[in-house]
């Protein structure tokens, strides 16, 4: 099992700010796309945002234009900078590397924004 080690969450105000982090191997790092993930209390899990290792994003509506996330490949390790959050945003976050054939997960994160 490869390690997705995961800092960051916390209990934040509505339009406070948090920064997630998620490091692992090099080797998974240089060849995996990375992504977060979240699941919020009985929803499905899903897609938050995710990088290539070439740099390309993508992000779910409704975080665009206040979620940024990022890649230090010196440090193999993802950042989900998370600005203006909102209510709705409160749920576990995961990290997650994939490649074509396989993905690994991180144990998750508690983000908790009060309104």
């Known amino acids: 099992q490869v390690p997705l080690v995961e800092s960051g969450g916390g209990l934040v105000q509505a339009g406070g700010s948090l920064r997630l982090s998620c490091s692992t191997s090099?080797?998974?790092?240089?060849?995996?796309?990375m992504g977060w993930y979240r699941q919020a209390p009985r929803k499905q899990r899903e897609l938050v945002a995710s990088i290539t290792t070439g740099g390309y994003t993508t992000y779910a509506d409704s975080v665009k234009g206040r979620f940024t996330i990022s890649r230090d490949n010196a440090k193999n390790t993802v950042y989900l900078q998370m600005n203006s959050l909102k209510p709705e945003d409160t749920a576990v976050y995961y990290c997650?590397?994939?490649?074509?054939?396989?993905?690994?997960w991180g144990q998750g994160t508690q983000v908790t924004v009060s309104s």
């Open positions: 997650n590397a994939f490649g074509n054939t396989w993905d690994y």
């Open positions: 090099g080797i998974i790092f240089s060849i995996g796309a």
